[in-house]
């Protein structure tokens, strides 16, 4: 009986449409990988969802069509019948690169879907874009199939497109009014726009609410005086998608320095500017810190070091505790005016060519780089005239973002239900029917392609022998081997469709149950393990018990054994348990293959009577109690009332229990243990 599936390619910042989604249905989920982090496997778990990855890199390509293709254009310019000169060769080269690059991936992925296709009933496909590569191949392949598709528009839309672009969707859901109106004039029409608001704007309020205690905070971290003059000047790009969008960090880092140089000449001292940077997703702290130095050398040039910042996290946070922003043709600029902050829109030759995002009511100056000097000059030093322009900008905040009593979260699920196919197989399999088989049960290609770099950085020492205990496959043992790269690193997988696949990634792999393995004869000396990884594991075991015990005479007299464990005391557990509920799902706190379960204070005595002694533990919050940990975190002690259950005084540490998906655990051998 095939499975009911839905293929998901929002970004981070839209997760809240995927735990409305989920909430009242359990589905297959289908990501590109590079989407997937901690949270979102924590709330597919959570739901008694799956996840399956799409291969989006160099780990899963099939290159022999591409080497096809670039074998061809080795011919040059006649391959593509152009004339033999510089501009032809240069095309060539660039298709060339692209073949490279792009369309082995792309086959991996079109043929990992064809095989879904065949097992799955997909229902929807949602995505935030359909104009690079991924995107436009998911909303293609899918209507080719007769999948619906769904993109939440992850802006306003600022220009006429600027693309060589065809809207690829069947649907648009979009923030606002003024939207709305940019798909129309694109050409969509109008019963194919949904207006639902944007999940991303919706906590402006409560920020804008709490915008004193965040500014100080803010201050202290970045070294700011909190009662000066704060412009927000943020950076942009298009994702070079067209050659008119020629601007470059450099060019923007620079026209922000020469704006802050000229403030200073004019005698502005109490002025500072914080250059937000569009680097979104950084790869790592060395690359944050290439940036930054690459921003101050322009900042030095101008003598003006001091007086400036370099940022690369949560542009809301940044606009709420600003005085000012500045952006070019960006959904900064509609952030700004719903923080009620005045808003300068820079023109740059992108918008010159393709005419300015902003009417001239809708509360965003626009202006050429030459004025930004003198309107910044008088907003520091006229209140009168910044008090007007907020006050300006939010008679259309309502034309800017659509906000009802629902949320849009709410408002995107309810939508996505709407539009998904009805299924056609009938009712799905009971879980106890789809997943008790462990140890032969089928592991999907890419299963468990991202790893749990979380668990790994746990570690403070340096190991060089390593075991993952029911390693999957591999992924996170191999990370171990990454960030260790003299380790040898074996795993133990009760699966053996994984175990194979984690054979290929790190030294050794013994396929079967823990208990059934001598190590020793194995080749794992006693006293040798410095790092031993128990992720989610001990909860599906008879006797973790003795697990733990077994485990302690190969530990090395430096070694550390990380655990991951399933939090029986949270919240929404014992809520639902108040109502007579203990579902067991696929996944998550209630997998149906757990039949051991744990509180923090059961963990605790768990590690201690089998010998070892704790040296940190680490909540993992559920993403579902996230917004209500951070509202009542201060507030303790508390009253926590539910539908059919009230916890009195409740301290901060047990509100975090409650609020807790998983303990991670770092324990050493106790010496003192007998």
């Known amino acids: 009986m095939k499975k009911t599936a839905l293929i998901y390619a929002l970004w981070s910042k839209n997760l809240g449409v995927l735990r409305q989604y989920l909430q009242t249905r359990s589905r297959v989920v289908i990501m590109p990988g590079y989407l997937v982090n901690d949270e979102v496997r924590n709330l597919i778990a959570a739901s008694g969802s799956e996840l399956q990855l799409l291969p989006t890199d160099g780990s899963a390509r099939n290159p022999e069509a591409a080497n096809a293709l670039l074998a061809q254009l080795q011919n040059g310019p006649a391959a593509l019948a152009l004339p033999d000169d510089a ?302 322009l907020v006050e300006r900008a939010s008679k259309r905040k309502s034309f800017l973002h659509h906000v009802t009593e629902k949320s849009a979260a709410d408002r995107t699920a309810e939508l996505m239900g709407k539009l998904a196919l009805p299924t056609t197989a009938g009712r799905d399999p009971y879980v106890w029917q789809q997943y008790l088989d462990v140890e032969s049960a089928e592991v999907a290609a890419a299963y468990h392609t991202v790893g749990r770099p979380d668990l790994v950085q746990m570690f403070t020492n340096q190991p060089q022998v390593a075991l993952d205990v029911g390693c999957a496959a591999g992924s996170t043992a191999a990370l171990i081997k990454q960030r260790f790269p003299h380790s040898q690193v074996w795993g133990i997988e009760l699966n053996r469709a994984a175990g194979e696949i984690a054979a290929q990634k790190i030294d050794r792999v013994l396929i079967g149950k823990f208990e059934d393995f001598n190590l020793e004869q194995e080749g794992i000396r006693k006293g040798t393990l410095d790092a031993v990884l128990l992720a989610d594991v001990l909860e599906h075991i008879y006797n973790p018990w003795d697990v733990m015990v077994q485990l302690r005479p190969y530990m090395s007299p430096t070694g550390q054994l990380v655990l991951s464990i399933p939090n029986v005391r949270n919240l929404l557990l014992l809520d639902d348990l108040s109502k007579g509920n203990w579902t067991y799902a696929s996944q998550g706190l209630l997998d149906i293959t757990h039949i051991r379960f744990f509180t923090q204070k059961e963990v605790l005595k768990f590690c201690q009577e089998t010998g070892y002694r704790v040296l940190s533990v680490k909540n993992a919050l559920d993403l579902r109690l996230q917004s209500f940990w951070q509202q009542h975190e201060a507030t303790t002690p508390m009253q926590i009332n539910t539908e059919r259950m009230t916890l009195k005084n409740v301290t901060r540490d047990e509100l975090l229990e409650y609020c807790t998906v998983q303990f991670y655990v770092l324990l050493e051998k106790d010496p003192q243990y007998t």
């Open 87 to 388: 501009v032809s060769r240069q095309l060539v080269a660039g298709v060339s690169q692209a073949i490279a690059s792009d369309l082995s991936v792309a086959h991996a992925m079109l043929d990992l879907l064809a095989q879904l296709a065949q097992t799955h009933e997909i229902e929807l496909t949602v995505l935030n874009e359909d104009v690079i590569r991924d995107g436009k191949m998911l909303a293609l392949w899918s209507r080719a199939q007769g999948i619906p598709v769904l993109q939440v528009a992850h802006g306003t839309g600022i220009n006429r497109d600027y693309a060589a672009h065809k809207v690829s969707s069947d649907h648009i859901a979009v923030p606002s009014q003024r939207s709305a109106e940019h798909y129309q004039d694109l050409g969509v029409p109008a019963e194919r726009i949904h207006l639902v608001g944007n999940p991303y704007w919706e906590v402006l309020p409560a920020m804008l609410s709490k915008r004193a205690p965040n500014r100080e905070k803010l201050a202290q971290l970045t070294h700011l005086p909190v009662d000066a003059h704060w412009i927000v000047w943020g950076s942009t790009w298009n994702a070079y998608l067209s050659a008119l969008d020629n601007r470059s960090f450099d060019e923007q880092a620079e026209q922000a320095c020469a704006t802050m140089a000229e403030l200073k000449r004019r005698g502005l001292h109490d002025v500072y500017m914080i250059f937000k940077d569009r680097l979104v997703d950084v790869i790592n702290g060395a690359q944050l810190d290439q940036m930054r130095a690459r921003f101050m050398a322009h900042a030095a040039r101008h003598d003006i070091v001091d007086q400036m910042r370099y940022v690369a996290d949560d542009a809301r946070l940044w606009t709420v505790c600003g005085d000012m922003v500045v952006s070019y043709n960006s959904n900064m600029a509609i952030e700004a005016v719903l923080s009620e902050q005045p808003s300068i829109n820079l023109a740059s030759d992108f918008s010159e060519v393709l005419g300015s995002g902003f009417g001239a009511e809708d509360g965003v100056l626009d202006l050429e780089l030459r004025e930004v000097p003198d309107v910044l000059e008088r907003l520091c030093r006229d209140p009168a005239f910044h008090r007007a």
